[in-house]
């Protein structure tokens, strides 16, 4: 709604900033007070000043250059006209919402490498305000006023997030890049840990906004006695190679019944269970908690013994639906395999049937696949499933595809197929479909818009114990067994999958630069807080090529735990490193959640050296979400070619777009100041080998 009093929002954001007190109360609809939006995660606005009519006018009102160039995954939040978020070395910082001035910003760009953060968490209680936000495995409490932190707050205005878990878990990777989710004087944290076996437990807490202090806990990997524990071997909670089923992505909180829902990812080792056989309650599920206490209200489990890292990527959505004649209170959750599971909110009734498919049980030795997997019978899918892919569906700009023919022949194809040596096609990929940017929706009417990758990747596994065979020095070992999944054998990397080249890395950063990030991680890689020192210096020998160990072979029996790994990240591209299927490559799609049909769907984004020879509209690979607006406009950046765009949410039809000074791999906002109505996004780019930048660009109308 637009202010009668011109300027009466950066009025009260002067007061706010200069004063700090009563006026820390005062927020209105003009703000985007959370993350992805409000609590419900719906990436939604009433604002109504940039309309249809008027959006190809919009012009950029101000930049900010935030710092380190790299990747920025965040989405600002803006109250009382002061914008918070961080920059690609997870420093916080505060902004005038209007002219983009700096007004503080906190932390050491030079220690907390240890993630890619998405933003922060904002609470008050009228008298005062905080900023809560995450940098490595510490959680910190800042004045929103002036960015120090709160020193009553844990230790020195911090705690560490290993706060709680079990003994087991202290010494292992642990950060989150998601903000928590605020419920009263309570915040509930998401954790990124290690996909490996070495992972910790992704126990759901909550922690005191005021103290630090730990309030409840909910065990994803069950306890004896707890909901779920047959779900699992005996005692898996406690056993050193099963962990994760953690939430990374984030929650949605709804405030007036005091439901956290909490969608969680895979146990670890994410590519072979023989170790955890069972449906392994509660990795791959969405959770409605207490959000007072954290008891379980209902629970579903989207996919039953992940072996392919079928993550939930995205907090849910809560929406209102009409079903079956009558309005209903729902949750939608979206999914890396391009399904969206809704659901009643209370009870977890599905609103649609989900139907129980069986699939193949031929696993690896020692694998015991589930024999079923759950398929909503609506909506149908929003990206394509691996196996509707034939030789028929091979891109036709693929100069190599002969070759791509016979690769594709030998892959298994089947949905849910089992994780073997011949090579598995995932499509969609490991980065989904559906990904962390999340859904947009526009929540009275229920309808949801979803961004998806087109993009198949090859899951390819390797028998340790034949690998251990090798007679390779120790160093080259623990490359292999921790660095080449992604960087590769020869240490090329892939700078089209976002996993740079090692090869002479040290004439470009220092050893102890590269031990920093091989012990805390570094964006998207996690830290290996398992490895011994020595260990890393093995690491740093090899990488330096002044590996002088013995060569030796290894035993077999090392690997038990363990006795399949898989032997990299790998997409399936055709020889230019483009998708290896026809396009689209990805797509934007808006579905009427009160009936599950599709409303519209339109390729989103272009290969930008296809386009160059008229070939337009492919879709492109995309990361971040959509914003939607009640008056009938969706925005959305995500695209590698770099460009923010503008579409009618009733139809698809693009009505804006311009081009970003990098990939704004991000979710943008909008909000009003002074009476204008700004829309901000984060340019980082780096992801899918596009180049860097550090800036936050907002726009608005002339």
């Not at 709604?1 to 002067?14: C, D, E, G, T």
């Not at 916080?92 to 919402?97: K, Q, V």
């Not at 449906?279 to 039953?304: E, P, V």
């Not at 019978?377 to 509707?388: D, F, I, L, N, V």
Request: net charge positive; hydrophobic share 35%.
């Amino acid at each position: 709604m637009k202010n009668k009093i011109p300027h009466l929002s950066a009025l009260v954001a002067l007061l706010v900033f200069l004063l700090g007190s009563s006026f820390l109360a005062i927020q209105s609809n003009e703000d985007w007070p959370s993350y992805l939006g409000g609590s419900d995660r719906n990436h939604y606005s009433q604002l109504s000043q940039i309309t249809l009519e008027n959006v190809n006018q919009l012009q950029v009102a101000w930049t900010y250059a935030s710092g380190d160039s790299g990747q920025i995954q965040a989405n600002p939040i803006i109250i009382n006209g002061i914008l918070y978020s961080v920059n690609a070395s997870v420093q916080a910082f505060a902004l005038d919402a209007a002219t983009g001035k700096e007004l503080w910003r906190f932390g050491d760009p030079l220690k907390n490498w240890a993630s890619t953060s998405r933003g922060v968490s904002y609470w008050t209680n009228g008298q005062e305000a905080r900023i809560l936000y995450t940098a490595g495995p510490n959680l910190w409490a800042l004045n929103a006023k002036t960015g120090k932190p709160i020193l009553s707050f844990g230790q020195g205005g911090k705690i560490d997030l290993h706060t709680g878990l079990p003994e087991i878990a202290q010494n292992k990777f642990l950060v989150s890049n998601t903000p928590g989710s605020i419920y009263q004087n309570l915040i509930i944290m998401p954790l990124r840990l290690s996909e490996g076996e070495d992972a910790a437990p992704g126990d759901i807490r909550a922690f005191d906004v005021r103290s630090g202090k730990l309030v409840w806990t909910f065990h994803t990997i069950p306890y004896p006695g707890e909901y779920g524990y047959t779900s699992f071997p005996k005692d898996a909670y406690k056993n050193n190679y099963v962990g994760a089923a953690n939430n990374w992505a984030g929650m949605a909180v709804d405030e007036k019944r005091g439901i956290i829902f909490v969608p969680t990812g895979s146990a670890g080792y994410d590519f072979w269970g023989g170790n955890r056989p069972g449906s392994n309650l509660f990795s791959n599920c969405l959770i409605a908690l207490d959000a007072k206490t954290g008891k379980r209200m209902w629970h579903f489990q989207t996919t039953h013994h992940d072996l392919w890292d079928r993550d939930l990527p995205a907090p849910p959505n809560l929406i209102r639906v009409k079903h079956q004649g009558k309005y209903l209170d729902a949750v939608a959750q979206i999914s890396k395999q391009g399904f969206v599971f809704l659901f009643e909110r209370t009870t977890g009734k599905p609103l649609f049937p989900i139907i129980e498919k069986k699939v193949s049980t031929l696993g690896l030795s020692g694998e015991k696949p589930w024999s079923s997997q759950p398929f909503p019978s609506k909506p149908a899918p929003y990206a394509r499933q691996s196996y509707e892919i034939s030789h028929l569906d091979l891109s036709p700009y693929a100069e190599n595809q002969q070759e791509l023919r016979e690769n594709l022949k030998q892959f298994k194809k089947q949905w849910y197929a089992p994780p073997s040596e011949v090579g598995t096609l995932i499509l969609p990929g490991f980065d989904g479909g559906g990904e962390w940017g999340g859904a947009a929706a526009d929540p009275d009417k229920g309808i949801l818009y979803v961004n998806s990758n087109e993009m198949a990747w090859v899951q390819k596994m390797e028998n340790q114990a034949e690998k251990a065979k090798q007679k390779i020095s120790a160093a080259k070992r623990l490359y292999q067994n921790y660095c080449q999944n992604c960087h590769g054998a020869e240490l090329l990397g892939n700078s089209l999958s976002g996993y740079p080249s090692l090869v002479d890395i040290f004439k470009r950063r220092d050893k102890v630069f590269v031990k920093q990030i091989i012990q805390q991680g570094k964006g998207m890689m996690p830290g290996f807080t398992q490895l011994k020192n020595s260990e890393i210096e093995s690491i740093l020998s090899f990488l330096g090529n002044e590996d002088k160990q013995e060569i030796s072979s290894q035993n077999s029996a090392q690997q038990a735990n363990i006795p399949y790994r898989m032997t990299g990240y790998n997409k399936f591209l055709d020889s230019k490193g483009r998708p290896g299927i026809k396009p689209p490559w990805g797509t934007l799609n808006a579905i009427d959640m009160n009936t599950g049909e599709y409303l519209w769907k339109i390729p989103l984004g272009e290969d930008v050296e296809l386009a160059k020879k008229g070939i337009k509209n492919t879709g492109i690979e995309n990361y971040g979400g959509p914003l939607v607006t009640a008056n009938g406009l969706l925005f959305i950046a995500a695209t590698k070619d770099g460009k923010f765009r503008a579409f009618e949410s009733k139809t698809g039809k693009l009505v804006w777009e311009i081009n970003l000074p990098a990939a704004g791999f991000a979710t943008p906002s909008t909000y009003m100041v002074g009476g204008k109505q700004f829309i901000v996004i984060a340019c980082g780019g780096t992801k899918l080998g596009t180049p860097k930048n550090n800036q936050y660009v907002a726009f608005a109308l002339p």
